[in-house]
T-cell receptor
Framework: KNEVEQSPQNLTAQEGEFITINCSYS?????LHWLQQHPGGGIVSLFM???GKKKHGRLIATINIQEKHSSLHITASHPRDSAVYIC????????????FGTGTRLQVFP | NAGVTQTPKFQVLKTGQSMTLQCAQD?????MYWYRQDPGMGLRLIYY???????DKGEVPNGYNVSRLNKREFSLRLESAAPSQTSVYFC???????????????FGSGTRLTVV
């Protein structure tokens, strides 16, 4: 069964800084998910990626399948990026049941 | 708006009471899930349904039952609530092909449940 670890647990930044959140997993997977949980509690799917890199606005997600490692980057961070970022990987290869990391709480100050 | 609708948003129960959390999605997804989220822990799967009429236990199924009434609806029932079931509950759905979710997950807005 997969184990998912995220780092750091907490992150503070000044507006404009480049942010990196890391995720590692233990079992080979078909795709990894990055999610954002807003302060109000809602969860939004940001990325699902199986190789290489995906970009959406100021968010970039990368994955190295061989290293079993993924990163989420935020360029030019803004206070509205303050949220909990969660990575999740399938329990095992080719299942859609996910194992979630405990999340990285990001606070961006003006 | 298309998505996952979860009700209620908040609920307080007394120990021993029962309740059903409702979830419906209008994206024609096959897979639906119930998760609980507790402080300091990742989301944990309670039950899972790969298609209408099928359900599977997840990591923490004890004290819960589910019903996949049709493709749209997946309900979670607490028959006799306990303080340990105080948590935030999320319903989610995903499309999947061949067992791999190609299209990502969509989450409901969550239910904050307190059992006193």
């Amino acid at each position: 069964k997969n184990e998912v670890e995220q780092s750091p647990q907490n992150l503070t930044a000044q507006e404009g800084e480049f942010i990196t959140i890391n995720c590692s997993y233990s079992v080979g997977i078909s795709a990894l998910h990055w999610l954002q949980q807003h302060p109000g509690g809602g969860i939004v799917s940001l990325f699902m990626l199986s190789s290489g890199k995906k970009k959406h606005g100021r968010l970039i997600a990368t994955i190295n399948i061989q290293e079993k490692h993924s990163s989420l980057h935020i360029t030019a961070s803004h206070p509205r990026d303050s949220a909990v970022y969660i990575c999740a990987a399938p329990e095992s290869y080719n299942t859609d049941k996910l194992i979630f990391g405990t999340g990285t709480r990001l606070q961006v100050f003006p | 708006n298309a998505g996952v609708t979860q009700t209620p948003k908040f609920q307080v129960l007394k120990t021993g009471q029962s309740m059903t959390l409702q979830c419906a999605q209008d994206m024609n997804h096959n897979s639906m899930y119930w998760y609980r989220q507790d402080p300091g822990m990742g989301l944990r799967l309670i039950y899972y349904s790969a298609s209408e009429g099928t359900t599977d236990k997840g990591e923490v199924p004890n004290g819960y039952n589910v019903s996949r009434l049709n493709k749209r609806e997946f309900s979670l029932r607490l028959e006799s609530a306990a303080p340990s079931q105080t948590s935030v509950y999320f319903c989610a759905s995903s499309e999947d092909i061949g067992g791999s979710p190609y299209y990502g997950y969509t989450f409901g807005s969550g239910t904050r449940l307190t059992v006193v």
